[in-house]
């Protein structure tokens, strides 16, 4: 997967979506919708959360892509709107009423139900592993290593500093590790076939 | 330290992609009406949005079944204010975006703990509602009480939403 602020949008779909028109507004969400939802669903747990989320993203494209200065590409500019509006439900109170029923793991697996392509193997213990890390440590994991944010920019977006975001990672990868470790153990253990 | 780095960036990157609700562009395109229409109505109007979007595609809107009434009910109040008016409308659309959601024969006992919780929490405030002409500075008591109510009742339909939308 390209890092979204990588993905191309032709410059007359750019243009043609700033004043206005219709069909280059959807061109720009056909092109667009896909790798922000996935960003979506990995920094959010809740599938239902992550598609309201992804709502709101497109309907301020919507109602600001006239205002958009092109000091970065287009794809930069919605993702950096999802990962606004993201940080901001991650932040919000009624996230953290609920962070409590999402560490239950049982219901935590329930909700990171991967999608059509679903995982399997080792990726499938790594996307369970990541979506076990609390949720500001997973946001700083994926825009950091995924999106190739910096630990200034994630630092800025959090309202944090850059020692926030490096010891968040740090932290977080040494959790994930272990959590990789675990499973394997696990499936060491268990053999499927009786002896 | 890296290579370890960019271990990670390819093992992540690699993870598969979702998939966004087939339907999702129409429902945004509702949303950005709904919105520019009744500003003050945020997260709630985008959740009507969705399933107004959604309507088609989802079985348990369709049949007009006979419902119990809303398992939460608000308290009358006569408002003192626009304000307290627009957040009572607000509370009204709550309600119906309530009724509209499925009742589920089994609920996680987790979520269920969760929705009992707010809904004593709602009772509360509906009680202090409902005695609020005999407070000193009622009109200012009942708007917070009832930004309260609208915060409430914005949870419960989210986690019925939440619970709606993910298989047990």
């Known amino acids: 997967m390209p890092r979204i602020a990588d993905i191309g949008i032709p410059d007359s779909v750019a243009a043609a979506a700033r004043s206005g028109d219709p069909q280059a507004l959807e061109a720009v969400y056909r092109l667009t919708a896909g790798p922000i939802y996935t960003l979506l669903?990995?920094?959010?747990?809740?599938?239902?959360?992550?598609?309201?989320?992804?709502?709101?993203?497109?309907?301020?494209?919507?109602?600001?892509?006239?205002?958009?200065?092109?000091?970065?590409s287009l794809a930069a500019w919605i993702r950096s709107i999802a990962v606004n509006r993201a940080l901001m439900y991650l932040r919000s109170p009624w996230h953290r009423s609920l962070e409590w029923l999402d560490a239950d793991p049982r219901h935590a697996d329930g909700l990171t139900i991967e999608g059509p392509k679903a995982a399997a193997g080792a990726d499938g213990e790594l996307a369970?592993?990541?979506?076990?890390?609390?949720?500001?440590?997973?946001?700083?994991?994926?825009?950091?290593?995924?999106?190739?944010?910096?630990?200034?920019?994630?630092?800025?977006?959090?309202?944090?500093?850059?020692?926030?975001?490096?010891?968040?990672?740090?932290?977080?990868?040494?959790?994930?590790?272990?959590?990789?470790?675990?499973?394997?153990?696990?499936?060491?253990?268990?053999?499927?076939?009786?002896? | 330290m890296h290579a370890r780095l960019s271990e990670w960036s390819a093992r992540l990157a690699a993870l598969p992609d979702f998939e966004p609700p087939a339907d999702a562009w129409q429902a945004i395109q509702a949303a950005r009406r709904l919105r520019g229409s009744t500003a003050s109505l945020r997260w709630p109007s985008a959740l009507a949005a969705t399933l107004l979007a959604a309507a088609a595609g989802l079985p348990f809107l369709l049949p007009p079944?006979?419902?119990?009434?809303?398992?939460?009910?608000?308290?009358?109040?006569?408002?003192?204010?626009?304000?307290?008016?627009?957040?009572?409308?607000?509370?009204?659309?709550?309600?119906?975006?309530?009724?509209?959601?499925?009742?589920?024969?089994?609920?996680?006992?987790?979520?269920?703990?969760?929705?009992?919780?707010?809904?004593?929490?709602?009772?509360?405030?509906?009680?202090?509602?409902?005695?609020?002409?005999?407070e000193p500075n009622a009109p200012e008591f009942s708007e917070r009480l009832w930004r309260q109510r609208v915060e409430l009742m914005n949870s419960l339909v989210q986690v019925r939403y939440a619970d709606a939308a993910s298989p047990l």
């Not at chain 2, 119990?68 to 607000?90: H, R, Y």
Request: glycine content about 6%.
């Open chain 1, 128 to 195: 369970r592993a990541l979506m076990r890390l609390p949720a500001l440590s997973r946001a700083v994991v994926w825009l950091h290593d995924v999106e190739g944010y910096t630990h200034i920019e994630i630092g800025l977006a959090l309202g944090r500093t850059p020692s926030f975001s490096k010891s968040q990672l740090s932290r977080a990868h040494a959790r994930l590790r272990d959590l990789l470790r675990g499973a394997a153990s696990i499936g060491e253990g268990t053999p499927c076939t009786p002896a």
């Open chain 1, 41 to 72: 669903r990995r920094l959010v747990r809740r599938p239902a959360i992550a598609e309201e989320l992804l709502q709101e993203t497109f309907v301020d494209v919507l109602e600001h892509i006239g205002a958009f200065e092109e000091r970065c």
């Open chain 2, 65 to 134: 079944a006979p419902r119990e009434p809303v398992s939460v009910i608000g308290p009358t109040f006569d408002p003192a204010s626009p304000a307290t008016a627009a957040i009572q409308a607000q509370n009204a659309w709550l309600e119906s975006l309530l009724a509209a959601l499925p009742e589920r024969r089994a609920m996680r006992g987790s979520t269920a703990f969760t929705v009992s919780q707010l809904e004593d929490r709602l009772a509360l405030v509906d009680d202090r509602l409902s005695r609020i002409a005999m």
